[in-house]
């Protein structure tokens, strides 16, 4: 089996920029595990790695489809397969790292989610539900994808009530590896992490995250795809068409990615196989990675 070290955690915990670290130290290059980094564009609204910051390794799994476009997982693992393939027959170590949780079990436990077609009536059926309403219903029926999906996006949870529609029950998620896998996860204390994400909001919002998304809109990104984008990009949908003040986008932005971030613990927390670490350990992570590399 090939090796792979996965480096997830919480939005905001400090991944990129471990993963770079272990990337020079390994010889390794890193593939992106971020729902919406693979759209083309989409660069200071989803805190996107700069060139810069890369300091020369090579990344994967960034900037692939255009923002129009619909990106599933079952397009994620296809891709990260070949990027893991492509990485080690060049005599390197792939690195995955990000947070979004359903794209990393899809590759470290090896799971082919079923490519559901679309279900007009089913969705015009749901669409008549309230937030509050079908949140609800896939809490019933699928706890552990309730506990990661954005509870705020409507279009996802239709779309996840959809798969569980044709499957005629949830899918089981059954584990069967094809890589030898070293899991690493970032843990942040709940209060340092509520302030590295607003100090990274502000951060973003100086660097012009708010002139990109309007020059997206202008380039023909609609509204309601900045919606079922979710997180940044509903807030940014409203603020740009003023139903939000500039105050209101900032706090109800900076609620809903702590609300995201404790989603991501708790969807994390549920694989015991995860080694979790400061982020200041760095010693001891490289002690453990070096031991799974010597076997």
């Known amino acids: 089996m090939h090796k792979l070290i996965t480096i997830l955690g919480p939005t905001a915990s400090g991944k990129s920029g471990l993963a770079i670290e272990l990337a020079k130290k390994y010889n390794g290059e890193v593939i992106s595990a971020d729902s919406r980094?693979?759209?083309?564009?989409?660069?200071?609204?989803?805190?996107?790695?700069?060139?810069?910051?890369?300091?020369?390794?090579?990344?994967?799994?960034?900037?692939?489809?255009?923002?129009?476009?619909?990106?599933?997982?079952?397009?994620?693992?296809?891709?990260?397969?070949?990027?893991?393939?492509?990485?080690?027959?060049?005599?390197?170590?792939?690195?995955?790292a990000g947070g979004t949780g359903f794209y990393i079990d899809s590759v470290v436990k090896n799971i082919i989610p079923p490519e559901v077609p679309p279900n007009e009536e089913l969705r015009n059926a749901l669409e008549e539900k309230s937030l509050e309403e079908l949140n609800a219903l896939l809490l019933e029926k699928d706890p552990a994808r309730h506990s990661m999906i954005d509870i705020h996006n409507k279009r996802r949870i239709i779309r996840a009530l959809e798969i569980i529609e044709d499957q005629g029950s949830v899918p089981p998620i059954e584990s069967n590896p094809q890589y030898n896998v070293l899991q690493l996860g970032i843990q942040v204390d709940e209060e340092v992490l509520r302030k590295k994400i607003m100090d990274r909001l502000l951060s973003r919002i100086d660097d012009?995250?708010?002139?990109?998304?309007?020059?997206?809109?202008?380039?023909?990104?609609?509204?309601?795809?900045?919606?079922?984008?979710?997180?940044?990009?509903?807030?940014?949908?409203?603020?740009?068409?003023?139903?939000?003040?500039?105050?209101?986008?900032?706090?109800?932005?900076?609620?809903?990615?702590?609300q995201y971030a404790k989603r991501q613990r708790t969807y994390f927390r549920r694989d015991e196989n995860i080694k979790w670490f400061g982020v200041s350990q760095t010693m001891e992570v490289e002690e453990v990675i070096t031991a799974f590399l010597k076997k």
């Open 208 to 258: 012009g995250m708010i002139e990109e998304t309007r020059q997206l809109h202008e380039q023909g990104l609609s509204y309601e795809r900045m919606d079922s984008l979710g997180l940044e990009y509903r807030f940014l949908a409203k603020l740009l068409k003023e139903e939000i003040t500039h105050e209101e986008f900032v706090t109800l932005l900076h609620t809903a990615i702590c």
């Open 37 to 96: 980094q693979v759209y083309r564009g989409l660069d200071i609204g989803t805190g996107k790695v700069t060139a810069e910051e890369m300091d020369g390794v090579p990344h994967h799994l960034l900037d692939v489809v255009n923002p129009e476009d619909q990106f599933t997982v079952v397009d994620f693992k296809k891709l990260a397969d070949k990027a893991i393939g492509d990485i080690v027959s060049r005599g390197k170590i792939p690195i995955l």
